[in-house]
């Protein structure tokens, strides 16, 4: 409710092909996700999904190093909105 987002879980196991079908039918605008986990690189995921018309942003959280330049880290996320409250 902070950011105004409904929570929408996606399978952590899906492939390109699951994810994109997911993606697309939520009307995904906002990704949140981690970098990898149990040998999954979810960017590598991503990439293949191939093109998510509805896809705004993408945020990582945990592991800050090595961000795409297209992915905003968590705590950027956060920073951002808490300096917008401040004004």
């Given amino acids: 409710a902070y950011a105004g987002l409904i929570l929408v879980t996606i399978n952590p196991a899906y492939r390109a092909p699951e994810f994109h079908h997911a993606a697309k039918l ?5 990704l949140i996700m ?15 999904a191939g093109n998510i018309p509805s896809l705004q942003h993408v945020v990582q959280v945990g592991d800050a190093h090595d961000i795409p ?4 880290s968590f705590e950027a996320l956060i920073a951002a909105k808490s300096s917008h409250r401040a004004e």
């Fill in 26 to 30: 939520v009307g995904l605008k906002v």
């Fill in 69 to 72: 330049k297209h992915v905003l």
């Fill in 34 to 48: 981690q970098a990898h986990l149990k040998g999954s690189e979810y960017h590598q995921v991503l990439r293949e």
